[in-house]
């Protein structure tokens, strides 16, 4: 495939900061996808499209990515990504972006809806669980098109600080985190292994609290 190429399938990160910058970068070097970037702020995705384009060259991939300030360059996408939203800041639980990033999906959503009818919903902007809920009701998709990165992204944080406790690969670690991307997560360490082996055996309770 030549350099900017379009491909059978795109992806739509929406939201051109620092996540959807990596998740942008992290689809583009897979090489499998058109990568569309999305944001409300003029020359920010164009400039960090670009810088990604460019990168082809040395990390081998050959995608067509696009920045783009217009939600109609979604149409098409097979799969959206939603990390628009405000940032926490210091002292900040991630509830307290309820009434600010609920407006930013709601907003958001009802774009996808109107120019990416089919396409898969990812929700990263936090708080996690209820903006995956509003893009639902906002858009109407059904609930196995919306989807929320938090079980997986808590899992491998702690399978990574567990790892990191005993001096082993986080692939050796088998472990999961159930309930909403909060303080009322709740790791499952009655069956979190490394190698085989429980962590209960390997750490104890207190450091394991610690962690």
């Given at each position: ?62 995608v067509k990515v696009t920045g783009t300030n217009d939600y109609a360059d979604i ?117 979190t292994t490394v190698g085989g082996v429980g962590v209960t055996d390997l750490i ?8």
């Amino acid at each position: 495939m030549t350099p900017n190429q379009e491909t059978s399938m795109k992806v739509a990160v929406i939201g051109a900061g620092n996540v959807g910058a990596t998740v942008a970068r992290n689809i583009a070097e897979a090489d499998v996808a058109d990568v569309v970037m999305v944001d409300i702020v003029e020359g920010v995705p164009q400039g960090k499209a670009l810088d990604l384009s460019e990168s082809g060259a040395v990390q081998d991939f050959a995608v067509k990515v696009t920045g783009t300030n217009d939600y109609a360059d979604i149409a098409g996408a097979s799969v959206v990504v939603v990390t628009a939203g405000f940032p926490r800041k210091p002292g900040m639980s991630r509830d307290d972006l309820l009434t600010t990033n609920s407006k930013v999906v709601s907003s958001v959503a009802a774009q996808i809806k109107r120019h990416a009818p089919d396409a898969v919903v990812i929700m990263v902007t936090n708080p996690l669980d209820v903006m995956a809920y509003v893009a639902m009701k906002e858009t109407g998709f059904p609930r196995e098109r919306v989807l929320g990165m938090a079980g997986v992204l808590d899992s491998a944080r702690l399978r990574f600080f567990i790892a990191a406790e005993l001096g082993v690969r986080p692939a050796d670690v088998s472990a999961m985190v159930l309930g909403g991307h909060g303080d009322g997560m709740v790791p499952l360490l009655s069956h979190t292994t490394v190698g085989g082996v429980g962590v209960t055996d390997l750490i104890g309770k207190e450091r394991l609290a610690e962690i």
